[in-house]
Every structure is written in structure tokens, then in C-alpha cells.
């Protein structure tokens, strides 16, 4: 009797033994597991700040559109201006992801083009956030459209394009443009159309922005020469949060040899743009 008490006594106390070791074993995997719930928590980006985009047609103000485009002010009927205030929208299947609309407007003196672009990026990648991704998607934008370094003009170099045509040696090539079309009455548009083209300050080529969004570049190229009539295209992007926004402002004008003034465009399309950003903010 004493040696099977013996024996039942060993038997419990294995029991007692084994059933400690499977308890800890047990605590150290929930201890793992969570640990990793927290490493993946820890990983997953944050969502873009914008969850919808507003209606494209509607985000320029009629007086905006007066500036960019002035030969609606040159359209008698009510019911045709209306119509031109109104825009085109553009083709889209999620009004939610991405949104535009386009305006024609012909003048007495030229052909005006404006294009407004909104773009709403979402990441589906938990380790990239939504902002990120715009970010990416802007700067492939402004390598495409080679946007130089940011540098600061000199006082010079922001001058008007007459005043820098006139007192810079690089100017010579316009004045010998300009005696040129004195002398002969039938160039003389071309030979004006050359030299403004020719003497554009540092601070109105391309170039990135700042205090527009969270960045933001300006384009501006000037196509056609000769026979035909230059058309200007200045092309302004900005990125705010997940959003990326563009703008296209185009002249071409009916005379030919006439150049569109690049300052003048470019304020124009800077000015929508920042009104824009601020109601995207707002």
C-alpha cells in the first residue's frame, strides 16, 4: 500500500509540472501576438486629408473667368454667355477621384483656352499614405515638364521685359529686331514678336512656386513663329494633402506675329490657382 501511494503521489506532482510549463508556453505566444498587432498598427498610414473634390465647372468664379477669358464679355446673347460661363466637364467615371472642365472663348483678338484639373490620390498601399502618393504623383509631373531649380532672380532679373530689353547687353539682338522692323513696315510685328520673346526675364520662366499648396511649379512655352500666330500655353500645377490640381491657360492670338504677354497670363493663371487652393482649404 505504501510503495502505489508512493507512485500516485509522483504521478501528481508530473501533472502539476507539465500542466506549469504548457501555461507559460501559452502566455509567451499571446505576448508575441500582440506585439505584432502593435507592429502592424504601428505601420498603416494615415488617410489623405480631401475625401471628395469639388465640382470642377463651378470652381471659377464668373469674374475669374472674365479675366482669363475676355471674349465672353464680347458675347451678346445672355442664354450663348451663359453657356460659355458653364464650361465643358470633362469625361469621368468617379467624381470622387478626379474631376476637370474646359472653356473655349474666341475673341476679336484671340483664341482663349482654359483647362481646370483636380485629382484626388489614394494610396492602396497600408505603408504609403495618401499624401505621399500625391507627392510622388507631383514630382513625376514636374520632371516631365523640366522644371529647373528654384533660384532667386536678381532685382535685374525681375524687371519687364522693355526695361530689361533695354538696359541688359543681351538686349542688342531686340534693338537690331526693332531698327529692323523700322526700316521695313511689313516686319515689324514679327521683328517685336521676336525681341518680347527673346528678352523674358528669369523670374517669368518656368519655374517652381512658393506659398501655393504644398508645392507647386509654373510652365510657360510659346509655340509658332513666322507665318502663324504664337500661342502661348502657361501651365500651373500645385499639390495640396492628396490632392493635385492643374491648371491650363492658353492664348493664341488672330494677328499674326503677335505674342501673348507672358507676365500678364501668368499672374492671371497664379491668381486662379490661388483662389483654388483656398477654397480647397477652406
Aim: aromatic share 4%.
Amino acid at each position: 500500500m505504501q510503495r502505489k501511494a508512493y507512485v500516485t503521489g509522483i504521478a501528481a506532482l508530473l501533472a502539476v509540472l507539465l500542466a506549469g510549463c504548457t501555461s507559460g508556453s501559452s502566455g509567451g505566444d499571446d505576448a508575441t501576438d500582440k506585439n505584432a498587432d502593435t507592429s502592424t498598427a504601428t505601420v498603416a498610414a494615415q488617410p489623405g486629408k480631401y475625401r471628395t473634390l469639388p465640382e470642377a465647372c463651378g470652381a471659377v468664379a464668373h469674374g475669374t473667368l472674365d479675366s482669363l477669358l475676355p471674349g465672353i464679355a464680347q458675347i451678346t446673347d445672355e442664354e450663348q454667355r451663359d453657356k460659355a460661363y458653364a464650361g465643358d466637364a470633362a469625361l469621368t467615371y468617379d467624381t470622387d477621384r478626379k474631376v476637370g472642365c474646359r472653356w473655349k472663348i474666341e475673341s476679336s483678338d484671340a483664341t482663349d483656352r482654359l483647362s481646370v484639373d483636380f485629382e484626388r490620390v489614394v494610396s492602396y498601399d497600408n505603408a504609403v499614405s495618401d499624401d505621399s502618393e500625391a507627392q510622388t504623383i507631383y514630382t513625376q509631373l514636374e520632371s516631365a515638364a523640366d522644371i529647373p531649380e528654384s533660384t532667386s532672380p536678381s532685382p535685374a532679373e525681375t524687371e519687364s521685359p522693355s526695361a530689361s530689353a533695354s538696359d541688359s547687353p543681351s538686349a542688342s539682338p531686340s534693338a537690331s529686331a526693332s531698327s529692323t522692323g523700322s526700316a521695313d513696315p511689313s516686319t515689324s510685328g514679327s521683328g517685336s514678336a521676336s525681341a518680347s520673346s527673346s528678352t523674358t526675364p528669369a523670374a517669368l520662366q518656368p519655374r517652381t512656386l512658393a506659398d501655393l499648396g504644398d508645392e507647386a511649379y509654373l510652365d510657360d512655352q510659346l509655340s509658332g513663329s513666322g507665318s502663324t500666330a504664337e500661342q502661348r500655353t502657361v501651365t500651373v500645377v500645385f499639390r495640396t494633402s492628396n490632392v493635385v490640381v492643374t491648371i491650363v491657360y492658353e492664348e493664341q492670338p488672330m494677328a499674326t506675329g503677335t505674342v501673348p504677354d507672358s507676365k500678364e497670363m501668368q499672374d492671371r493663371a497664379q491668381n486662379l490657382a490661388a483662389q483654388l487652393a483656398e477654397a480647397l482649404n477652406g
